[in-house]
């Protein structure tokens, strides 16, 4: 039987582009199936034994990623063979059914580096599944974790502070908070104007998986790179990424009426400028807007962004530190806006 | 064949309703996991199971979810022999029970001093909350979590025999929702008791709202998707000595709420307030105010529209108006305002209880509530509009809580 993971290993190793030898290994059966194995081998995604060492070789990263406590995200997708996605018009990508999307999770300094937990989101016929797999002691499997769980680590930020936090892994309705839209489950990260094939790939390579490669070129700026954009562009592609899957009007904070979409305007109410606390509770700080221009210490996004108290922090999941780099970027952003900008 | 034309169909929504093997799955307090089995009973359970709480105490240190429609979540109890959700050492979460499916029901358990919200439901339609407790222990505190029971975006409501105490915000709050009934409970000590915010038909009747800082608050705020409040009826409820001084964070709308208020209506259109009784609610029993802050939303409608206040029993009331320049009208007025003040601005303002009314005189929301011209006002003359029919609930909902 031909599997994806054959033909792109084929890709990658053969120069020519020719068909190379099949691996053994991705389960389409499982995938396809209605199964939540208690076990990550089931599918067959990684190489025994080996958590760095995927058998789906598609690898992505993010020009802009969501931040989760520093972790370092290695990402992944399986696309079965014959099969094909597509970029559509509104830079969303369409995976076929059979396509499981594999982002890894861990830090430098941790478990030499192996990952702490494996996310699984699976297209299957009826929809989108999440599935949160935190990795066994010896390394050699994962262990279905539906419950979610806090894992205790250690571990250094790139400014050299050292954190010690009980890292949440989501449970699977903690996923889809996250991965809502009209209450089904989506993938947030993939995003045409997002989204980098690693390592890149021959066009042979991607046409292979993508129906027209040619849409994947990633427009939205790198949100730690001044290069790549300005100081506003940049922080509209932070709150994108960060805020924006539950921040728009058919995800789980619509009833905040706060949208923070990379194709929201601006210099709007509901993008928070002057906009007055709703259901934010604690989360208001004593202040009255979330973003008073050229004032980021009375503007209470800053405020729940700088929060790990669960009652004030934004995001409310998948946050036990402060981004203090992402948090620096926004507070530029808002100190450098006109003061009567509403 | 007759009975078979009636019958037939019947028999077949019966068995499409009720899953072949409806379960329950009973989880219990104490041991290592125990908070990880109840997380994963509300994962793996099935439309019309019940997952059973037993008497005990989990101490949480995350939210808990429930996404599975037609799930019943019942506990113990709510005292201290009952099935308790302690969430004193959460560390993340924005709620402790967060509910996003539809038909689900939640009974006889308590949650108790979240960070955040207690319970919230958010596009959970027909969602039922029965004899629940919702507290923060210590009491008023600042930083107690915002709302109690927090049903959002959601269509049929029923919250029935709940106990809400010390939310630094709304103890029972309605948001962004259509079709509701909030009756027979007790909201004690929070900032608002009840509040019903954005939503369109709503009953509010047979509660006691007491010592909070406002007892039943119906408002309309802008730049939110649903908007345009109306259709709200507030009666026979126990609306007492809400004399709690307002401890909600700064920058959230009922930090403005004076301490001392019975009900307070603001930018909503018909909402009818009858048969209710007040009594030692220092700044008012009912309140009816246009919203008055600065706005950009070219839909929004700030003022109230054809509002009744009819048959309401009043107790002592306006004694300690907390509001500026209250305590000086009080003095001109011999030592209390009248029990229903109105702010001037609106339309239909009905007022046909035989006690007083104060107007401030202030039509025009933009103008600045300094210049308040107070006087008494006689609302009594209008008519009123055709009375709002009430709420009807799918049977399926009252059935539960029978």
Known sequence: MKR????????????????????????????????????LSAFGLFHAGSPRAPLARIGYTLRTPLFSDYTDKHRYISIP?????????????????GTVLIKSFGWPDVNEGRPVETRLLIRRASGWVALPYIWDADGKDATLALGGRRVPVRFKSPDGQTHEIRYAV?????????????????????KGRNFVLDPPGSEHFQSVYFEDP??????????????????????????????????????????SGLFLRWTDDPTTVNYGIGKRPTAAGRGSGGMDFAIQPGDPDHSFMIYRLESTDPGIAMPEVGRSTVHKEGAALLRQWIAEMPKDAH | MRFHHFVLPLAVALVAATPAAAKTIKVEAGGADANEKLQEALIVAEPGDVVELGAGTWSLSDGLSLDVAGVTIRGAGTDEKGSILDFAGQQGAGEGLLVTSDDVFLTNFAVLNTKGDGIKSKGADRIVYHKLRVEWTAGPKETNGAYGIYPVESTDVLVDSV???????????????????????????????????????????????????????VFDLPSLPMQGGHNVRVFDNAVADNSTPN???????????????????MANRNVEVFDNAFDQNGTANVM??????????????????RIVVRDNAHGKAGYAPAFDGGAQIAAAFGGAIPPVLWDGAGENV?????????SLNLPDVTTPRSEAKPSPADLSKGTPPAALPGIKLPAAMEAKVQ
Request: proline residues 8%; contains cysteine.
């Open chain 1, 4 to 39: 994806v993971f054959a033909a792109l290993a084929a890709a990658l190793l053969c120069a020519s582009g020719a068909s190379g030898v099949p691996l053994p290994g991705v389960n389409q059966d499982v995938i396809d199936s209605d199964a939540m194995p208690p076990k």
């Open chain 2, 163 to 217: 106990y809400v105490r010390g939310a630094s915000d709304a103890g029972i709050y309605v948001g962004q929702s259509k079709n509701i009934v909030v009756r027979d409970s007790i909201a004690v000590e929070n900032v608002a008791g009840i509040e019903i915010e954005n939503s369109y038909d709503a009953d509010v009747h047979d509660n006691i709202a007491t010592r909070n800082t406002g007892g039943i608050l």
């Open chain 1, 81 to 97: 063979a014959g099969k094909k996605a597509r970029v559509l018009a509104d830079g969303t990508i369409e995976f076929p059914v």
């Open chain 1, 214 to 255: 040619a849409a994947l070129k990633p427009t939205m700026p790198q949100w730690d790179d001044p290069k790549s954009g300005s100081v506003e562009s940049r922080a509209r592609a932070y709150l994108d990424v960060n805020c924006a899957h539950c921040h728009n009007p058919a995800g789980s904070a619509s009833n």
């Open chain 1, 170 to 190: 989501p449970n699977k309705n903690q996923c889809k908070e996250c991965h809502s839209l009209n209450g089904e489950i989506v993938p947030i990260g993939p």
């Open chain 2, 247 to 265: 401890f909600a964070p700064k920058g959230n709308i009922v930090a403005s709420v004076p301490t001392g208020t019975g009900v307070l209506i």
């Open chain 2, 350 to 358: 009905i007022v046909l209880d035989k006690v007083g009314v104060l």
């Open chain 2, 288 to 305: 009816i105010v246009g919203y008055r802050y600065e706005h950009k939303d070219p839909k929004y409608q700030p003022l109230p529209r």
